[in-house]
C-alpha cells in the first residue's frame, strides 16, 4: 500500500513536471519503485548507473523534496577554485574505480558529471562538464605505454639537456644532427581503419608465410633529409656499412649521430672506423627504453601508415619498390618532413 502511495504521488510529479531533467529524475524514482534494476533505467533514460543511483539515494534520504535542482537566483552556479582543483586532480590522480564507481577504469563525461554532483551538489550537462574540462586543460585522448624500465632522471636530462645543447652547436661546432633508427617491414604489416563500403570489409588476401626487409635510416634534424638503407640483416657489419654511407653522404662538418642502445651500436667492430673518424662522427645514445625521444620512429610509423599497413606484398621486391617510392615521395618535400617529425623537439 505505502509503495502504491509512492507511486500515484510520482505520476502526479511526473504528469505536472514541465522542466525535463525534473522529469527524468521523477521516473528513475518510478521505474526503482516498479522493481527495476538500476542497469535498466540506465539504459531507459540514457544514463549512468552512477547518476541513477544517485538519484535512488536522495530519494532514499530525503524523499520528493531531494530530487529537486537547486538554481541560483543569478548566473549559474559554478565550480569553486578549490573544486575545480579537487576534481582536475582527482581525474589526474585516479580512475573512477578508486573513488567509488565501481568497475569504471577510464572517465567519460558522464563519469564526471555525476562525481560533480556527487560530490559538490552540482549538476552539469556533458556539454558543460566538456568545456569545464578544456578549461582546466584536460583532452579526451587516448593513454600511451612507457617501459617501466625507463629512468626518468636520465630521459629529463636528455630532453632539458643534452639536445638542446646539441641544437645550441649546429652550424657551429657541429654541422650534422641526425637521429638514426633500424624497422622491420613485413609482408602483411598490420590492420588499419581505412573508407570502404558500409557494413563490409576490406578482405586482405595473404599467403601465411613472413617475408620482409630491414631497414636503416637517419633523420637530418635541421634539413629533414633522410639517408636511408635496405639490408638483410642487423649486424654490426651492417651498421658499420651504414655509418660509412651517411659519412659519404654528408662529407663536411662534423656529424652527431642521436641513436638507441641497440647492441649494435656498441661493437667492438665500429671502434676502429670511429677512430679513425678522428672526431667528425660522434655517437650520442638515448636514455634506455626511450623511443619516444627518437625521431626516426615518427618516420616508421609515416611509412607504415602510408605505403605498408592494409597491403599483403607477394615478394620482397615489392616492399622494396613500395618503400623506395615513399621514401623518394616525401624527400621531394623536406619541409613537410621536419613540420611532421622535427617540430616537437
Not at 539515494?57 to 573544486?83: I, V
Not at 575545480?84 to 569504471?104: W, Y
Not at 637521429?179 to 558500409?198: C, G, H, N, P, V
Amino acid at each position: 500500500m505505502e509503495n502504491q502511495t509512492a507511486l500515484n504521488k510520482l505520476k502526479e510529479a511526473m504528469k505536472q513536471e514541465k522542466e525535463r531533467r525534473m522529469y527524468e529524475r521523477y521516473q528513475a524514482i518510478y521505474l526503482y519503485l516498479k522493481g527495476k534494476s538500476v542497469k535498466e533505467i540506465a539504459e531507459t533514460l540514457d544514463r549512468s548507473d552512477e547518476t541513477v543511483n544517485n538519484y535512488i539515494h536522495r530519494y532514499q534520504t530525503g524523499g520528493l523534496s531531494a530530487l529537486q535542482m537547486k538554481y541560483s537566483s543569478g548566473a549559474p552556479t559554478r565550480l569553486t577554485k578549490d573544486q575545480q582543483n579537487k576534481l582536475m586532480q582527482t581525474i589526474v590522480d585516479s580512475v573512477p574505480h578508486e573513488v567509488g564507481f565501481t568497475a569504471r577504469h577510464n572517465w567519460t563525461l558522464e563519469i564526471i558529471a555525476a562525481f560533480i554532483e556527487r560530490e559538490f551538489d552540482r549538476h552539469y550537462s556533458l556539454r558543460g562538464v566538456s568545456k569545464m574540462m578544456h578549461r582546466l586543460g584536460l583532452s579526451y585522448t587516448k593513454p600511451t605505454y612507457t617501459l617501466a624500465a625507463a629512468d626518468p632522471a636520465k630521459q629529463h636530462e636528455f630532453s632539458e639537456n643534452t639536445f638542446p645543447h646539441l641544437k645550441k652547436l649546429l652550424n657551429g661546432e657541429v654541422r650534422h644532427l641526425l637521429f638514426e633508427d633500424e624497422s622491420m617491414i613485413r609482408d602483411y604489416q598490420a590492420i588499419q581503419k581505412t573508407w570502404f563500403l558500409r557494413g563490409k570489409q576490406r578482405i586482405i588476401k595473404t599467403t601465411g608465410k613472413h617475408l620482409g626487409v630491414k631497414l636503416l635510416a637517419t633523420l637530418d634534424y635541421e634539413t629533414g633529409h633522410i639517408v636511408w638503407q635496405e639490408d638483410e640483416h642487423y649486424t654490426a657489419e651492417t651498421f658499420l656499412s651504414f655509418l660509412q654511407k651517411v659519412v659519404s653522404v654528408y662529407p663536411d662538418g662534423k656529424i652527431v649521430m642521436i641513436l638507441d642502445n641497440a647492441r649494435i651500436h656498441h661493437a667492438k667492430l665500429l671502434r676502429p672506423f670511429l677512430k679513425e673518424m678522428n672526431g667528425r662522427l660522434e655517437l650520442v645514445f638515448l636514455p634506455p627504453y626511450s623511443p619516444q625521444f627518437n625521431l626516426v620512429e615518427g618516420l616508421w610509423k609515416w611509412l607504415k601508415s602510408d605505403a605498408i599497413n592494409n597491403v599483403f606484398y607477394h615478394t620482397v621486391s615489392e616492399i622494396r619498390k613500395n618503400v623506395g617510392q615513399f621514401m623518394d615521395e616525401i624527400m621531394k618535400r623536406p619541409t613537410s618532413i621536419i613540420d611532421r617529425l622535427c617540430i616537437r623537439f
